[in-house]
């Protein structure tokens, strides 16, 4: 590892009063919504850029702070400063970079920005977090795609940031409707290209052959390299570790981890990062983190060496049936994260899949079924009567097991819904509950008020898509 990036999310808010204090309780940080990465950085930074500069690390800071820099309350003001959309000024999304004002302003708050959070050696700005529909369809910016406004944006900021930090870095981020290369823009010479492919398919490697969806992945990457002039200024942003999107999960990728590095070695990248954003503290060692560093340090090597290394280390006598839990576990997460060809539903995240086409999610049932056989022997495998880190990591792996199975009983009763299996539909759907209800004693009893701001509103939103499924099945909700 040779970077550190403190990425905020759900983004800090300004003008916090100073001294103000985190949440004391769950759910008054989810009431909150917001994170406290501003007021760590303002306690400590001071410390963390020693402590990095001593480690040799690079820093990063930042995350989907874009609008912030034009704070929505001036629209009413100034509504030429926000996007155009279908015929209306919009001050919801991001901005109007064709707007003189709209920069002007960016530029003066991004200027505050780096001056508070001072000594990173990179920094993101980054527009919001949307699929799509984020920004401006007026004369001046029509022509542009959505990543030539974001660079367009990004470039404004790098401007000020290069006089103020002439070593530092700006992140153009690609990533949902930004995700392809920009077409008009060129990136200033302190901006680089951060790449995130969260859609892709992680049940393969970014290079496998038979996966249409990562294989047009891979060319989009292969584009932006090229814009930005050579794989130096293009970095990776892969989501190994983040169980927002993986649905609380942890998944072992023994073998996507190792082949994608390969992958992206062999176009010439060298920056990929892991986001490690998580709604559940992860409870004893975290093979998930440790096998993405010992991959990008050293190739990984054979995944079943390593993880008899590993096992061995942490577990002692114990090794090999966590070795043989993580194998189930690896087989049961490939089985739900394979999407095949089924298109996402707007305004829902990629777990929470789609039902077109129609078979596609039958296919997919198919899966959750034999998921749930893997999740079962993962949990079997465990040993009893352990101690130490082993009780540990009996606990880390309770919530994947909790979430994996709640996950595919819900595919299975939304596909019996919409085959008009009213009761097979009701049996699954009590299942999902009954994990779902697991999964939340394990949150309670594990997770500090500080997970509330994320914890809190995804076990929501499970809830409310079981909810969807029985109002669809023609059954009583909650």
Request: net charge neutral; charged share 25%; aromatic share 10%.
């Amino acid at each position: 590892m040779n970077g550190l990036f403190f990425h905020d999310t759900p983004p800090s808010r300004w003008g916090r009063e100073p001294g103000a204090r985190r949440p004391a309780t769950r759910e008054a940080a989810a009431a909150d919504g917001r994170g406290w990465l501003f007021e760590l950085w303002d306690a400590e930074g001071d410390a963390i850029r020693t402590e990095a500069r001593a480690l040799g690390l690079r820093l990063e800071f930042g995350g989907h702070h874009l609008s912030a820099l034009v704070p929505r309350e001036r629209f009413a003001e100034q509504p030429e400063w926000f996007p155009l959309r279908r015929g209306r000024r919009d001050g919801r999304f991001n901005l109007c970079t064709s707007s003189a004002g709209a920069r002007a302003e960016l530029r003066a708050n991004a200027a505050r920005f780096f001056a508070r959070f001072a000594g990173a050696d990179v920094y993101h700005l980054w527009a919001d977090d949307l699929r799509g529909g984020g920004w401006c369809e007026c004369g001046g910016c029509v022509r542009l795609s959505p990543s030539d406004q974001a660079l367009r944006a990004a470039n404004a900021a790098a401007e000020v940031l290069g006089g103020m930090a002439p070593g530092a870095r700006l992140a153009h981020l690609a990533y949902h409707d930004t995700l392809a290369r920009p077409g008009k823009v060129r990136p200033l010479e302190n901006v680089d290209a951060l790449w995130a492919p969260r859609a892709r398919c992680y049940a393969h490697a970014i290079d496998d052959p038979g996966c249409q969806r990562n294989r047009e992945h891979l060319q989009e990457l292969e584009r932006l390299i090229a814009w930005f002039g050579g794989p130096e200024r293009v970095r990776v942003f892969e989501y190994y570790s983040d169980s927002i999107l993986f649905k609380w999960m942890a998944p072992p990728h023994l073998e996507v981890v190792p082949a994608d590095l390969r992958a992206y070695g062999r176009l010439g990248v060298r920056g990929v990062q892991d986001l490690a954003v998580t709604p559940r503290p992860w409870w004893g060692p975290t093979w998930h983190a440790w096998w993405f560093a010992r991959c990008a340090r050293e190739g990984g090597g054979n995944p079943e060496t390593a993880l008899s290394a590993f096992c061995g280390a942490a577990f002692g006598d114990a090794a090999e049936a966590f070795a043989a839990a993580f194998r189930e576990l690896e087989t049961a997460c490939r089985l739900l994260l394979e999407r095949g060809e089924l298109e996402p539903r707007r305004g829902y995240d990629v777990l929470d899949y789609g039902d077109t086409p129609r078979e596609g999610l039958r296919a997919l049932a198919g899966r959750a079924r034999d998921a749930l056989n893997h999740f079962g022997a993962a949990a079997r495998a465990l040993p009893l009567g352990v101690g130490g880190e082993a009780l540990a990591q009996t606990e880390e792996f309770a919530p994947t097991v909790a979430a994996g199975m709640h996950l595919a009983e819900r595919v299975l009763a939304w596909d019996a819904a919409l085959h008009g299996d009213r009761e097979g539909s009701a049996s699954h759907l009590a299942l999902a509950r009954l994990h779902l209800r697991a999964l939340t004693d394990w949150y309670h009893a594990h997770a500090s008020p500080a997970f509330g701001n994320l914890g809190e509103g995804m076990l929501d939103a499970a809830r409310r898509r079981m909810d969807e499924i029985a109002a669809l099945a023609g059954l009583t909700a909650g």
